[in-house]
């Protein structure tokens, strides 16, 4: 069995679609040949050279590294890697079947494998470190191979994907050689190493005191439950210096991995009313179920989804506004560097 790494698009355009038709694409565009009628990779070269004229070789041949062993390389029960970007999450397959092409498309869903989805939504905090830095590689199809991954995809997987233990990660070992990139998305990497930080320092409720003073930097005067039952919401929130201004949000915090369902959301929207609110906002470290974003879009007007992505990002735009207590438990720093790209 082996592990491959497939990107749904550089921005995840095209996640919902792998998902919800048990399919993985190669989404280059234009790729119109039959991949499993070519013989040798040259013949890949020769194809994609006419296709993308104005392409670089160098970009060329990298291109062709990863989508050769789409049709070639592949096999009924492999693994797939699908890192999400609707949310700091990793979505998992197995391979059932051959690989597929479709003469007219529609660009660019030309090649298709089957895929049963065995792992929904994985938080990226359930991986080692070193198995998130091979899943950044800026590479869209690549195989997955350092650090003793096969094996330790599996455990998880025999343990229903709950996080690796410390143990696990210790025995990662990294072969000689492998398919994937060097250059590796630090983005990404940087928020896994921040997330990982909050999980140890923002702990159950402490996620809700970590969502209150994101709230609190935003402008909104806060009352925030104790720990224990809520009665179905975490924080009660109001605009203005005593929190009687519009909008007037209820707020729920779940902090566990797992993803939320479509029942729970609801309960949030029944405190809405409850609470005489105007909005509701859920945020959920763990994301939601793959269903949730699109049944609730009726209700768009009167609730908001966080998931540890949108978490982090209002974190980041508000972060010099946090009182000085919660900076020095959360203490970061902004940088800049180069932004690597794949043909380069």
């Not at 592990?3 to 095209?14: F, K, M, Q, T, V």
Request: proline share 5%; with cysteine.
């Amino acid at each position: 069995m082996a592990i491959w790494l497939i990107r749904a698009g550089s921005h995840g355009e095209y996640e919902q679609k792998f998902i919800q038709e048990n399919r993985v694409y190669v989404t280059w565009d234009g790729l119109d040949v039959n991949l499993a009628k070519l013989t040798e990779r040259p013949e890949l070269v020769a194809a994609m050279t006419q296709r993308y004229p104005d392409t670089k070789p160098k970009a060329i041949l990298n291109w062709v590294s990863q989508v050769w062993p789409f049709a070639h390389g592949i096999k009924k029960g492999d693994l797939v890697i699908l890192p999400l970007k609707s949310q700091p999450a990793i979505q998992i397959g197995e391979i059932t079947g051959d690989y597929h092409f479709e003469s007219v498309g529609p660009d660019p869903y030309f090649h298709w494998r089957p895929v049963k989805w065995i792992g929904e939504a994985v938080p990226r905090v359930n991986f080692g470190k070193d198995l998130l830095y091979t899943f950044g590689a800026f590479m869209t199809i690549c195989r997955v191979q350092r650090n003793n991954a096969e094996q330790r995809i599996t455990a998880m997987r025999a343990n229903g994907w709950k996080p690796e233990t410390i143990a696990a990660t210790t025995k990662a070992i990294a072969p000689a050689t492998d398919d994937a990139a060097e250059d590796t998305n630090l983005e990404e990497l940087a928020r896994d190493q921040i997330a990982q930080l909050i999980l140890a320092r923002f702990k159950g409720h402490g996620l809700t005191r970590l969502v209150e003073a994101i709230l609190k930097a935003q402008g909104y005067t806060t009352y925030r439950s104790p720990e224990g039952a809520d009665g179905g919401v975490d924080i009660l929130a109001g605009a203005g210096p005593l929190g009687f201004g519009a909008p007037r949000l209820c707020v729920e915090v779940k902090s566990e991995s797992s993803p939320i369902d479509r029942p729970t959301v609801d309960k949030l929207l029944g405190a809405v009313s409850k609470f005489g609110a105007d909005e509701g906002l859920f945020v959920s470290w763990g994301g939601f179920k793959s269903n949730v974003q699109k049944e609730l879009a009726a209700s768009f007007f009167r609730v908001r989804l966080w998931t540890q992505k949108e978490l982090l990002e209002q974190l980041f735009d508000h972060y010099d506004h946090l009182d000085e207590d919660l900076k020095a438990e959360l203490p970061l720093k902004r940088i800049w560097t180069v932004a690597a790209q794949e043909d380069e």
